[in-house]
């Protein structure tokens, strides 16, 4: 399995707090991702970087922010957290892009917005 | 914007059934065709098509791209309880990677 965690795995936190997830990987590939999985919607892309402090939005990035200032780490933080952020967020990295893009996943976050 | 639409949403057959799964798509500059397995946890990664026409096969699963039609199928043979699970489709662009919303099979003995 490629090395790719995240943590926490689980949280469950009130509207309005600042939440910050973390995916973590050993495998040193340039580019990461995160998404969001919720029923009737699949995965959807949050925002994505394609290499150090290099990021760019997704389908859905409002009310997201991401930062990446190690090839290893990649954050993403909830400003103030609501209940329509309640979610299950999972980590990709890839290797390459375009042409060959296989996405390997983190075992992902379930977050709970009260 | 890209778009990916799998079909059937869900699906349920019986052990020993043979199974076909669709996946269209309208991603600008496409690259592949990706296909995942999720169980009860994270995508776990089944086949990348780049060339229409051309089989890719493990086991009982076998996959194909149409690029005329948009298109690629995956096909689950001699289905087994253990096939059960949300299979996801996506199609890569320049960069990002957009998923369908799954096609969740149910395998019954």
């Known amino acids: 399995d490629a090395g790719i965690t995240q943590s926490p795995r689980h949280k469950v936190t009130e509207t309005g707090t600042p939440v910050t997830l973390r995916c973590h990987q050993t495998?040193?590939?340039?580019?990461m991702y995160w998404y969001r999985q919720d029923p009737g919607h699949g995965l959807r892309l949050i925002h994505y970087?394609?290499?150090?402090?290099?990021?760019d939005k997704g389908e859905v990035s409002d009310g997201y922010s991401v930062s990446r200032s190690k090839t290893e780490d990649f954050l993403l933080t909830l400003e103030s957290a609501t209940s329509s952020q309640t979610s299950v967020y999972f980590c990709?990295?890839?290797?390459?892009?375009?042409?060959?893009?296989?996405?390997?996943f983190g075992p992902g976050t379930r977050l709970t917005v009260l | 914007e890209d778009k990916v639409v799998q079909s059937p949403l869900s699906l349920v057959v019986h052990e020993g059934d043979t199974v076909t799964l669709n996946c269209s798509y309208e991603?600008?500059?496409?690259?592949?065709l990706l296909w995942y397995k999720q169980e009860k946890k994270a995508p776990t990664f089944l086949f990348m098509l780049?060339?229409?026409?051309i089989e890719k096969k493990s086991g009982r699963l076998s996959s194909i791209l149409d690029k005329k039609e948009l298109s690629s199928i995956l096909n689950i043979t001699a289905t087994q309880t253990g096939d059960s699970a949300i299979y996801l489709c996506?199609?890569?662009?320049?960069?990002?990677?957009?998923f369908g919303k799954g096609t969740k099979l149910s395998v019954i003995p």
């Open positions: 495998e040193n590939h340039r580019y």
């Open positions: 991603v600008t500059n496409f690259r592949s």
């Open positions: 780049t060339s229409s026409g």
């Open positions: 970087s394609y290499g150090v402090k290099d990021t």
């Open positions: 990709a990295i890839s290797e390459f892009a375009g042409a060959a893009n296989e996405q390997f």
């Open positions: 996506g199609g890569a662009g320049s960069y990002q990677l957009t």
